[in-house]
């Protein structure tokens, strides 16, 4: 079956610091890979996407890597800012579309 | 604005009773999805729907239904309401072709009391 293993959180991370989330996927086929970010009391926005192996996508300053051998895309970040503070959810998508299978959510909070 | 519109933003209602939550999707988009989050379940997928039919169903209680217009708007109806059904309820739509993302609606919160 298809499911999405993020790290647990929360993240606490000084301002300039580096951000690596981790995620790992298990599915059948070739999916599509995605991070999206929740605002608190918001819904859910994209933050990026890569759709095939060895796909980077890149969005705001941050990036994630579609890595086959290892059925990862972590999201990284080189400098946090305090306006980064949200929960990032990690998801894939299967070859039907017919669902999008989400991680639990990883909270960063990202003080000055 | 995402261009997913929800209403309403929030609902408060008693135990037992019934509700509908409307989803109106971005324009051009003939997928709906419904998701539940809660604190403790985390995003639960209930169902999707493509132009009128549904597609998927997910963990979405016998006590809950949900129907896509011909016009393409959503509405997901909440039946015998109990306490542990207050959650945030999201729509989201999706484009054609399965490398899109989703587009989220803001939600609507439901408080069960």
């Known amino acids: 079956g298809n499911s999405v293993t993020q790290m647990e959180g929360p993240v606490t991370l000084s301002e300039e610091a580096f951000l690596t989330i981790n995620c790992t996927y298990t599915a059948t086929g070739y999916p599509s890979l995605f991070w999206y970010v929740q605002y608190p009391g918001e819904g859910l926005q994209l933050l990026l996407k890569a759709t095939k192996a060895d796909d980077k996508g890149s969005n705001k300053g941050f990036e994630a890597t579609y890595r086959k051998e290892t059925t990862s895309f972590h999201l990284e970040k080189g400098s946090v800012q305090v306006s980064d503070s949200a929960v990032y959810f990690c998801a894939l998508s299967d070859h039907t579309g017919n669902q999008f299978y989400f991680g639990t959510g990883t909270s960063l909070t990202v003080i000055p | 604005d995402s261009g997913v519109t929800q209403t309403p933003k929030h609902l408060i209602t008693a135990t037992g009773q019934r509700v509908t939550l409307r989803c109106s999707p971005r324009?051009?988009?003939?997928?709906v999805y419904w998701y539940q989050q809660s604190l403790d379940q985390g995003l639960q997928f209930l169902i999707h729907?493509?132009?009128?039919?549904?597609?998927a169903k997910g963990n979405i209680l016998e006590r809950f239904s949900a129907q896509q217009f011909p016009d393409l708007h959503s509405e997901l109806n909440l039946s015998s309401l109990e306490l542990g059904d207050s959650a945030l309820y999201f729509c989201a739509s999706r484009g054609q072709g399965v490398y899109y993302g989703y587009t989220f609606g803001s939600g609507t919160r439901l408080t069960v009391v």
């Open positions: 324009s051009g988009d003939l997928s």
């Open positions: 729907y493509y132009n009128g039919e549904e597609r």
